[in-house]
């Protein structure tokens, strides 16, 4: 399949469509008034609006006017209020639950019933976004020459063997790594993919730094979906309005941050996750709560299931200086290290045909440069079932 099959990578924000003149060629009061305009497009009207403490105001917003109902093909789109089933697990393995995890805006109220918590977009997120030659969007006049995601990127994760899956669940510990470079960043995630090349299909979540996307070197918690290759229009989280992602929970902000997170050789904080197709729609569910779908209408090929799930993690190394980066992959320590030092993912599971959990067979790993990031397997037979050590500090003696 290729390096794009075993990897497959997240592209950064989205360049505005405004008019050439509101950056640079026109005057600041005609700059502000666009800025204003993009202000009112991306943020809906809020029936209550909660400041957390990290800098984020969380706009409640009504559930039938969130940002998913802008896109073209959501238009007539009947919301799935809840998923008709949960899968089991066909696991022998009895997993204790993760403690629930929370966001900082919780400190400061929650949203009432019927409406959605929204990250509110400000100005300086438009500004921020401009100067790095994106935001919310990536368009194109033409058609471009397909170029590979991954490049830049680089990846320790885990690959099941090309089958038919309907979704995946697991337990992830969750880190603030060190980001070096503005434009770099640091995630732990699981893709859910089909096809290849221009006319890949994936979904995907976990938790990720990112200064570019969020201003900030946060952990928070997203979601992401790209049905052509990562080209042309790509959103994270509810960031725009073709985000295309359905959220359901007034609980849970897709883009806002996680506390507390894991402290080396200490505590131990961690995010258990669920992806499953229900029907037409895609489900996540963080914990015990189901937070919302993707609408399979969205994806050329997802909608049969996948045919390929990966586990792990993923930066960018920009080659500051002409030197590897020193961007963090998850605690920033290698695999060897395991319990307490390195990251990992516990209780690996996926969705098969009959909508049950089970074990993946003959998942394998790989890592793309282990002497900056490593990947390991754990023992067998534990009360963790199938599960991996994997992470790395990037530049370093091996790893110049």
């Given at each position: ?8 990578a ?9 008019s ?35 800098g ?20 007539n ?32 109220g ?25 935001f ?34 697991f337990?992830?510990?969750v880190?603030?790594?060190?980001v ?8 732990a ?69 996680l ?21 037409d ?21 997802l ?10 993690g ?11 980066t ?39 790993p790989?890592a793309s ?32």
């Open positions: 399949m290729g390096m794009a099959g075993f990897v497959v997240l592209m950064i924000m989205i360049v505005v469509i405004i050439p003149c509101v950056y640079g060629e026109g005057s600041s009061d005609h700059q502000e008034i666009d800025v204003q305009k993009l202000l009112k497009r991306f943020n809906k009207r809020a029936l209550k609006s909660i400041k957390s403490e990290d984020d105001i969380i706009d409640c917003v009504l559930l039938t006017s969130q940002p998913a109902f802008d896109h073209p093909l959501l238009k789109h009947t919301i799935q209020m809840r998923p008709s089933f949960i899968p089991k697990s066909g696991s022998k393995y009895i997993k204790k639950k993760a403690k629930a995890i929370t966001q900082i805006w919780h400190k400061n929650k949203c009432p019933g019927n409406t959605v918590p929204v990250r509110r977009t400000k100005k300086e997120d438009i500004l921020r976004a401009q100067a790095a030659v994106s919310r969007k990536k368009t194109h006049q033409s058609i471009p020459e397909y170029k590979d995601p991954s490049l830049g990127h680089e990846y320790a994760i885990m690959n099941s063997r090309d089958g038919k899956f309907f979704g995946t669940g337990t992830i510990n880190w603030n790594p060190n070096q470079e503005f434009r770099e960043f640091s995630l995630q699981t893709w859910l993919v089909s096809g290849e090349g221009p006319n890949l299909n994936s979904i995907e979540a976990g938790w990720q730094v990112s200064q570019q996307i969020y201003g900030d070197s946060n952990t928070r918690l997203f979601v992401f979906w790209t049905n052509n290759g990562y080209q042309g229009h790509l959103c994270y989280n509810l960031d725009c309005p073709d985000h295309g992602f359905v959220q359901t929970s007034n609980t849970f902000t897709v883009g806002g941050s506390n507390p997170v894991s402290q080396y050789d200490g505590d131990q904080k961690e995010l258990s996750m669920l992806i499953w197709k229900d029907g729609n895609w489900w996540l569910k963080i914990g015990e709560e189901p937070v919302g779908y993707w609408p399979s209408n969205l994806f050329t090929s909608g049969g299931g996948a045919t390929k799930v990966q586990w792990g993923e930066i960018v190394n920009k080659m500051t200086n002409g030197k590897h020193t961007t963090g992959m998850r605690s920033g320590h290698f695999a060897d290290e395991e319990f307490k030092k390195a990251s990992y993912f516990k209780n690996i599971m996926i969705v098969d045909e009959a909508n049950t959990l089970r074990e993946p067979q003959g998942i394998f790989f440069n282990d002497k900056c990031y490593s990947i390991k397997v754990g023992a067998s037979g534990t009360s963790w079932g199938s599960h991996f050590f994997y992470g790395g500090p990037g530049q370093n003696e091996n790893c110049p």
